[in-house]
């Protein structure tokens, strides 16, 4: 949102403005429909209700601002842009105060009214008389009520004098917010001077949140910044109901947007009873899962700094320096910032140290013992790239290592076993964050989500799946089948959740978790038992499912009959304050786990030992031959 203006169409950017129009008569007609419109204060005000997240209840308004139906200007963007071009930016602002203000008193809207004014209204002398003040009084409002929202749509100010603005309309008893943090030229250095009181996330960030990792990762930072600084955060352009319950779930105080109520002159006192109960739902979103906190690490993570040695070295001087440095493996060759080659100390000694050698060699160029043709890679190259250009190459390389440059001058060196330990380290990172057959989440997220229930105090249900028999089933058909068992468990949990309420991670190997809030989670259980025990069959060859399974070897080498494999469920329903951490959840859902691996065949063991969670989750479909 911008000056006095509501969300502007999706292709704005395509509308052709007002003030910019080649027909000189068009232009006119603008100028003289701008004069009509000051002349006769023909301006409708549109308010747009701001709700508290904690609640649902209306905080207030963002006053907005209409032309005159059926004209050119009835668009915020046209009208303003006209105003703009004619000089007149001050005087339709004016009017604009004082429609939204007039109309938000004679309404007796609850709450309070967010007024938009440019920093440039800001500074000048009649707003700083206190020509707004004193409507305010005029109208019966009490200044503490009125927000000034300062818009931008210049990329400069002068922040001294807006500092001195905000402290002097801070002492009348208003508060400042900032608009579209995260899309003008200069809203966080405005938000670090004037220190408002709330701040607006551009709906960029906020369309979409669900789906983007990116964008939930700004406005987390966001809040937590907010936090700091004492401020509340507004969320703008909500349009989904999922978008609102990830908010909430961040912790964002207050929102507007289409989905809570769109613009309109006489704005609902109450937000939607819908909203209200989305709001009051102590249910938590399901986070994004993406690569917003992955970032490529390359080679410049590998760089070390060594002796380099120049052409014109002698091999007496080469010998020297390995000699005084025991740990030292290669020297780069270097001549003005270029790199020619390396020099290995283990082939360099070896042949040094034959016979007649050094006295053959030792005063000359030391060129004579180099590789010159090292592997030489820029810093910006990712490791894995680097990886697959090491193991494609010359054996060589392996032990030499290589040169690192940027923009072709030697920056230092990197070896062989800096990579593999880089590389590993990457690798279970990533793991705990995202399982790397199935992409689905890992330990991490997990029990960041088993967490953020817990802090809320919402009611969930874990659930624990593991195959039965599954070493054996790899033991005779090889890890590929074995692979396709764990991907095949995956997209059948996966279709069985849903992703806006139930949390999918793989814990590792054979083992999944599903933290269900869908009250329908038994359901969705047999649903997963029917259809794993019916598509499991087509990884079995003929033979096998003739037999109903197979002979294989159990851990201690015994030969034994196992039976097709099979999945196991244990549940837990967690009710609000009974777990104190991720552990407890996590060593109940274990427990639960392991009885039902007693239970012969596919079965879900649900822990009922809490009357509690028997009484809020009764079985709906017939469960006790397959419980304890």
């Not at 003030?19 to 204060?41: F, N, T």
């Not at 709906?203 to 937590?224: A, E």
């Not at 780069?332 to 060699?361: C, K």
């Not at 894995?384 to 390389?397: E, K, M, N, P, W």
């Amino acid at each position: 949102m911008s000056l006095t203006v509501t969300t502007p169409p999706p292709s704005a950017s395509a509308i052709p403005c007002a003030c910019h129009e080649d027909d000189a008569s068009g232009h006119e007609d603008h100028a003289a429909l701008l004069d009509s419109i000051l002349a006769q204060r023909s301006l409708t005000a549109v308010f747009q209700p701001i709700i508290e997240f904690s609640g649902g209840r209306i905080f207030g308004y963002e006053g907005l601002i209409r032309g005159p139906a059926g004209t050119p200007l009835h668009a915020p963007i046209h009208l303003f842009k006209t105003a703009e071009s004619l000089g007149r930016l001050a005087e339709l602002e004016r009017l604009c105060r004082y429609v939204v203000l007039e109309s938000f008193a004679a309404q007796r809207l609850p709450g309070r009214l967010f007024l938009n004014i440019s920093p440039e209204c800001l500074l000048q002398q009649d707003f700083h008389e206190g020509e707004t003040l004193r409507l305010i009084r005029r109208l019966e409002l009490n200044p503490s009520r009125v927000i000034i929202e300062l818009t931008e749509n210049k990329p400069t100010y002068d922040y001294k004098l807006l500092q001195e603005a905000a402290r002097h309309y801070r002492g009348m008893g208003f508060e400042i917010a900032i608009d579209d943090l995260g899309e003008g030229f200069s809203s966080l250095r405005l938000w670090s001077e004037l220190r408002p009181e709330y701040v607006k996330i551009d709906m960029h960030f906020i369309q979409g949140i669900n789906h983007d990792p990116v964008k939930l990762q700004f406005v987390r930072s966001i809040q937590v910044i907010a936090e700091c600084m004492g401020a509340r955060v507004i969320a703008e352009g909500i349009e989904t109901a999922a978008e609102l319950n990830v908010l909430k779930t961040i912790g964002l105080a207050l929102g507007q947007g289409f989905h809570i109520a769109r613009p309109q002159p006489a704005p609902p006192m109450q937000a939607p009873e819908e909203i209200v109960a989305a709001l009051r739902q102590n249910g938590v979103a399901v986070f994004p899962m993406g690569t917003a906190s992955n970032k490529t690490v390359t080679a410049r993570k590998l760089l070390k700094s060594v002796p380099v040695v120049t052409p014109l070295m002698t091999a007496d001087e080469i010998f020297s320096i390995f000699t005084r440095d025991a740990e030292l493996n290669v020297l780069p060759v270097v001549s003005h910032g270029a790199p020619l080659g390396l020099i290995n100390r283990y082939r360099f000694v070896d042949h040094y140290a034959r016979p007649y050698q050094r006295e053959l060699h030792g005063s000359k160029p030391c060129t004579r013992f180099m590789d010159n043709q090292p592997l030489m890679v820029d810093q910006s190259m990712s490791l894995s790239q680097l990886s697959r250009l090491i193991a494609d190459g010359a054996q060589r390389h392996v032990a030499d290592g290589f040169i690192i440059t940027g923009r072709g001058s030697y920056l230092g060196i990197g070896n062989s076993q800096d990579l593999i330990r880089e590389i590993t380290e990457q690798q279970i990172q990533s793991a705990r964050h995202a399982n790397p057959l199935t992409q689905l989440p890992g330990n991490v997220p997990i029990n960041e989500h088993i967490e953020r229930l817990l802090h809320r105090g919402s009611h969930f249900v874990i659930c624990y799946f593991d195959l039965d028999h599954f070493k054996p089933f790899n033991d005779r058909y090889g890890f590929r089948r074995g692979d396709d068992i764990i991907l095949l468990c995956a997209r059948i949990l996966s279709e069985a959740s849903d992703p806006e309420r139930d949390f999918l991670g793989h814990i590792g190997g054979d083992d999944f978790v599903i933290l269900f809030q869908s009250h329908d989670w038994e359901q969705r259980c047999a649903q997963i038992l029917a259809h794993f025990d019916q598509e499991i069959e087509m990884l079995f060859d003929p033979q096998d499912l003739k037999a109903r399974g197979f002979e294989g070897g159990d851990r201690q080498g015994n030969m034994l009959f196992f039976p097709l494999t099979s999945l196991s469920i244990g549940a837990v329903s967690a009710a609000p304050d009974e777990y104190r951490s991720h552990y407890e959840v996590a060593a109940a859902a274990s427990e639960a786990k392991k009885q039902a691996k007693l239970i012969s065949g596919s079965a879900l063991f649900i822990e009922r030992r809490h009357p509690e969670a028997a009484k809020l989750h009764p079985a709906v479909f017939p469960m006790s031959e397959r419980e304890n």
